[in-house]
């Protein structure tokens, strides 16, 4: 917890729901960062360190734990561990001491994990308690019945590499059944494989397929297994599956998640930061330039917003502003860097470095971002922080020299621990060849080709990557990004595009026509309410129909777009005075009256506490808040209340701190103060709201140093450019010619929309219930949807809303023009479609009773693309 400078303790902190279950009181980040010490040749720092965990760690602890987080970082962290202690042991140096302690853990921890597996499928549970097991009633765990794809097929190097070293097979076992299961499982028409699995029956729970969040390393470690094992069935296996990924899922530069059973069906408008690890998988494989050109989209992504956010639309808006040090572009970046040998790559990684010292470095460690338009931060540095991004960004800029060892003699497990190639070999007591499968021949030429070089991949051409990565330069900020077109230019030759739902007027007699063609009727409700009907069966062919259900959907969709600006963005506070020196930045609630600090300069000043706490009345000690930023406590009177009291004792600004103990921005979503329903334009002043666990760091600072200054904010300030104070250069650690670089500007600008305009709510759901409901679930019905007049759609205060804040702020024109909203590009052209996920892209028209057929299984699949949560 590197704001806070303590260790996170299970059980000790609120809980972060499944973010937790990682955490298993076996000091987990100490595990996971063993062989980074020997990679950074920290030989004596890893010898202490395998000192500690073998002293130290107990792995029977009476805790639930994820099944695959604890095998990809405790087991993996373990058995890397023991890798690089027998090869320090060899040299004769460090490590003599060592005799497979490690090892006898991890087979220990094996052991412990085994009977997840205990299941019809082979697919083991997610979680399981380290003490007590499954089912039982002490163990609380063992009633689920899903898991992801991923959390099942990420299993086989660990466990392999467990039974290779010790010669017991019970573990390769367990885990080639369960990847034998999820492949035959597969959607066998396009070959791709769903996010969520029933471990009891097989069924596919979440039918949306990518290669990001729920699935990523399933695929990575069907290519990782052959190299290491040397199994061919897993090489045909990751061929089947990457041929049907760069047919459906790949639409360069982008990575569009797909539904397997209609896979020319884009299932959401967004990415996520986990496919990031793609471009280095098609490294290893060897396709070259689509990792180049994926790579390239999400660098300029990445100089846009410093980080890369947890999520992004296909236009490059922000979908969920987090970013936790996640290591997956640093990983892609140092394997395109070993395949070409281009220099860009070591500036792609200097960039990463300048943005984590200058951004993310705190007094005690790294602290993640709560959002990166602001630069807030979260009280969380995750274990393969320190596993994964060190590793790879030392190993990007390392010359050979510089490493004590042959890297080339290891593979990299998904948490980038090192398992020695020469397993391969050993203990070979399984059989091979899946005979039960069937295998396509595949036309690909990329299949020609493994391990990528410069001298076959470039002869004569040092600038190939380059001419690649050109086109893509200004993707995100400069250009409107051109639709991704699916459907076939003679589709509708000469023909008017079909209708979009954002273009619609409710006023006008073509639009209605349009409607009626496409089967959908429009009603008036006597409560001012458009309800719109479709009857797929009414419409004039087949391809209206089509249309019709394209644009019913794309209407909840643009109602959710519709919900999310209606809440300001989060605000930050940061501390400016010594020692912090602006490396604190706490996520702020905004208010919905005095100074918006988007549309004006910031407020920076020193903090006192106001007397009384509360602020409810006359202040007391106007003195002591005069010219300062007021502290005042939440409770017993209205926001606006408490702003004009300190604002007649002379108060600059005020930060209102909650009441209820132990409240955080981590797992609180986010808190806007409302006005009293009086007239506000008499506060003048920027007022912050601050939960309890934040606004305790400030009260903390000042208890020990007395004097706090802190600076309210949009967003975070670059600490090297903060005025009135001189900060250390040792401090600062950051490029002097990235000082003065333009910050992202925010997304808070909002565009306002025709009255004549209506947006969706769901199927047989009020916009106003949807709005009130807490997950914006959609209740489908396949031939209705209920809509809501826009001026209606606002009918529930802000402050009242619950939803996620870092899914509200994103800023959409609506009426399709391409404007430079704070540089966040929206597509134009009605001509050209748009990536919406519930637009049918199919080569072929489908006949009405194929459509009508189907949606259900498409509605049923759009309600779980609206509560995806990665």
Same mark, same amino acid.
């Given at each position: 917890m590197?704001?806070?400078?303590?260790?996170?303790?299970?059980?000790?902190?609120?809980?972060?729901?499944?973010?937790?279950?990682?955490? *298993?009181?076996?000091?987990? /980040?100490?595990?996971?960062?063993?062989?980074?010490?020997?990679?950074?040749?920290?030989t004596k720092e890893f010898e202490d360190a395998v000192r500690k965990v073998l002293r130290d760690v107990n792995l029977d602890n009476d805790v639930v734990v994820s099944v695959f987080e604890t095998n990809i970082r405790v087991l993996g962290g373990l058995l890397g561990g023991h890798s690089l202690a027998i090869m320090l042991k060899e040299k004769g140096e460090y490590m003599q001491w060592y005799n497979d302690e490690l090892l006898q853990m991890a087979k220990q921890l094996g052991y412990k994990l085994l009977p997840a597996f205990n299941t019809t499928s082979g697919l083991p549970y997610p979680r399981i308690n380290l003490k007590f097991g499954i089912r039982k009633p002490e163990a609380r765990t063992g009633t689920e019945t899903d898991t992801c794809t991923a959390c099942a097929g990420t299993l086989i190097l660990e466990f392999a590499a467990l039974s290779r070293f010790t010669g017991a097979t019970i573990f390769e076992e367990y885990a080639r059944k369960a990847l034998d299961f999820l492949w035959e499982k597969r959607q066998r028409s396009s070959n791709l494989v769903g996010v969520t699995i029933n471990i009891h029956t097989g069924d596919w729970v979440r039918k949306d397929s990518g290669v990001g969040a729920g699935i990523d390393s399933y695929y990575e470690y069907l290519l990782k297994a052959y190299v290491?094992?040397?199994?061919?069935?897993?090489?045909?296996?990751?061929?089947?599956?990457?041929?049907?990924?760069?047919?459906?899922?790949?639409? $360069?530069?982008?990575?569009? +998640?797909? &539904?397997?059973?209609?896979?020319?069906?884009?299932?959401? /408008?967004?990415?996520?930061?986990?496919?990031?690890?793609?471009?280095?998988?098609?490294?290893?494989?060897?396709?070259?330039?689509?990792?180049i050109e994926t790579h390239?989209?999400?660098?300029?992504?990445?100089?846009? &917003?410093?980080?890369? $956010?947890?999520?992004?639309?296909? +236009?490059?808006?922000?979908?969920?502003?987090?970013?936790?040090?996640?290591?997956?572009?640093?990983?892609?970046?140092?394997?395109?860097?070993?395949?070409?040998?281009?220099?860009?790559?070591?500036?792609?990684?200097? /960039?990463?470095?300048?943005?984590?010292?200058?951004?993310?470095?705190?007094?005690?460690?790294?602290?993640?971002?709560?959002?990166?338009?602001?630069?807030?931060?979260?009280?969380?540095?995750?274990?393969?922080?320190?596993?994964?991004?060190?590793?790879?960004?030392?190993?990007?800029?390392?010359?050979?020299?510089?490493?004590?060892?042959?890297?080339?003699?290891?593979?990299f497990t998904t948490e980038a621990h090192l398992l020695p190639l020469w397993l391969s070999t050993t203990n070979q007591s399984i059989?091979?060849?899946?005979?039960?499968?069937?295998?396509?021949?595949?036309?690909?030429?990329?299949?020609?080709?493994?391990?990528?070089?410069?001298?076959?991949?470039?002869?004569?051409?040092?600038?190939?990557?380059?001419?690649?990565?050109?086109?893509?330069?200004?993707?995100?900020?400069?250009?409107?990004?051109?639709?991704?077109?699916?459907?076939?230019?003679?589709?509708?030759?000469?023909?008017?595009?079909?209708?979009?739902?954002?273009?619609?007027?409710?006023?006008?007699?073509?639009?209605?026509?349009?409607?009626?063609?496409?089967?959908?009727?429009?009603? &008036?409700?006597?409560?001012?309410?458009?309800?719109?009907?479709?009857h797929a069966i009414q419409a004039a062919s087949s391809i209206d129909a089509e249309d019709g259900l394209r644009f019913m959907q794309e209407m909840i969709e643009l109602s959710s777009q519709q919900q999310k600006e209606q809440q300001l963005p989060?605000?930050?506070?940061?501390?400016?005075? &010594?020692?912090?020196?602006?490396?604190?930045?706490?996520?702020?609630?905004?208010?919905?009256?005095?100074?918006?600090?988007?549309?004006?300069?910031?407020?920076?000043?020193?903090?006192?506490?106001?007397?009384?706490?509360?602020?409810?009345?006359?202040?007391?000690?106007?003195?002591?808040?005069?010219?300062?930023?007021?502290?005042?406590?939440?409770?017993?009177?209205?926001?606006?209340?408490?702003?004009?009291?300190?604002?007649?004792?002379?108060?600059?600004?005020?930060?209102?701190?909650?009441?209820?103990? *132990?409240?955080?921005s981590d797992t609180a979503p986010l808190f806007q103060m409302a006005g009293d329903g009086k007239d506000t334009? +008499?506060?003048?002043?920027?007022?912050?709201?601050?939960?309890?666990?934040? *606004?305790?760091?400030?009260?903390?600072?000042?208890?020990?140093?007395?004097?706090?200054?802190?600076?309210?904010?949009?967003?975070?300030?670059?600490?090297?450019?903060l005025k009135g104070k001189m900060i250390p250069s040792y401090i600062i650690n950051s490029n002097p010619e990235m000082e003065n670089e333009e910050q992202p500007s925010s997304e808070n600008d909002s565009q306002n929309q025709s009255g004549e305009q209506i947006s969706s709510s769901s199927q047989e759901v009020d916009l106003v219930d949807q709005e009130s409901s807490e997950e914006n679930s959609l209740n489908s019905h396949p031939e209705s949807l209920s809509l809501a007049d826009m001026d209606n759609a606002a009918s529930i205060s802000p402050s009242e809303q619950t939803s996620n804040p870092t899914e509200n702020h994103e800023t959409t024109n609506l009426n399709g023009e391409c404007t430079d909203l704070d540089n966040q590009l929206q597509e134009q052209s009605e001509t050209e479609e748009d990536s919406n996920p519930n637009v049918s892209w199919g080569k072929k028209v489908q006949p009405i009773d194929s459509i009508l057929a189907d949606w259900n299984e498409d509605i049923e699949a759009f309600e779980m693309m609206e509560k995806d949560e990665l």
């Open positions: 590197p704001l806070t400078c303590r260790g996170r303790v299970r059980g000790q902190e609120p809980s972060r729901g499944d973010v937790d279950d990682a955490l *298993g009181k076996f000091s987990l /980040t100490l595990i996971d960062s063993l062989d980074t010490l020997v990679v950074l040749n920290k290491l094992l040397g199994d061919d069935s897993f090489l045909e296996r990751f061929n089947t599956h990457y041929d049907a990924i760069m047919r459906y899922i790949s639409q $360069p530069p982008l990575l569009l +998640d797909v &539904h397997i059973h209609k896979p020319m069906l884009n299932a959401r /408008t967004w990415m996520d930061a986990l496919l990031a690890f793609f471009p280095g998988l098609q490294v290893l494989k060897g396709d070259i330039r689509p990792a390239e989209m999400l660098y300029q992504v990445i100089k846009k &917003h410093n980080f890369l $956010p947890e999520a992004f639309t296909t +236009d490059f808006r922000v979908h969920w502003a987090q970013h936790p040090l996640r290591p997956e572009f640093a990983e892609s970046t140092y394997f395109l860097y070993k395949a070409t040998g281009d220099p860009y790559y070591l500036e792609v990684g200097k /960039t990463l470095i300048e943005n984590l010292n200058k951004y993310a470095r705190v007094p005690c460690g790294f602290a993640a971002m709560k959002d990166v338009r602001t630069g807030s931060h979260e009280d969380r540095m995750d274990s393969f922080f320190l596993a994964e991004m060190f590793k790879y960004l030392y190993l990007l800029f390392a010359d050979k020299e510089d490493i004590i060892f042959d890297i080339e003699d290891y593979i059989s091979k060849k899946n005979t039960t499968s069937e295998y396509t021949e595949l036309d690909d030429s990329n299949f020609d080709w493994t391990c990528p070089n410069t001298q076959i991949l470039f002869p004569n051409d040092p600038l190939y990557a380059q001419s690649i990565r050109e086109p893509l330069k200004n993707v995100v900020d400069k250009s409107c990004p051109r639709g991704i077109i699916r459907v076939e230019e003679s589709f509708r030759s000469g023909a008017k595009p079909p209708l979009r739902a954002r273009d619609f007027m409710a006023t006008n007699p073509e639009h209605l026509e349009i409607l009626k063609k496409m089967g959908v009727s429009l009603i &008036h409700l006597k409560d001012g309410r458009v309800q719109l009907v479709q989060p605000r930050a506070v940061q501390i400016v005075s &010594h020692p912090f020196f602006g490396r604190v930045v706490l996520t702020a609630g905004p208010a919905q009256f005095g100074l918006d600090l988007s549309k004006h300069k910031e407020t920076r000043g020193f903090v006192a506490s106001s007397k009384p706490s509360n602020g409810c009345s006359e202040l007391t000690n106007p003195e002591a808040v005069m010219g300062k930023i007021a502290l005042i406590q939440r409770g017993q009177c209205m926001f606006a209340e408490k702003a004009r009291n300190i604002q007649n004792a002379g108060a600059i600004g005020g930060i209102v701190i909650d009441d209820n103990e *132990g409240s955080s334009d +008499d506060i003048k002043i920027p007022m912050l709201f601050l939960f309890s666990k934040e *606004g305790s760091i400030i009260l903390d600072a000042i208890r020990e140093y007395e004097e706090v200054e802190v600076l309210l904010s949009d967003k975070a300030k670059d600490r090297a450019i």
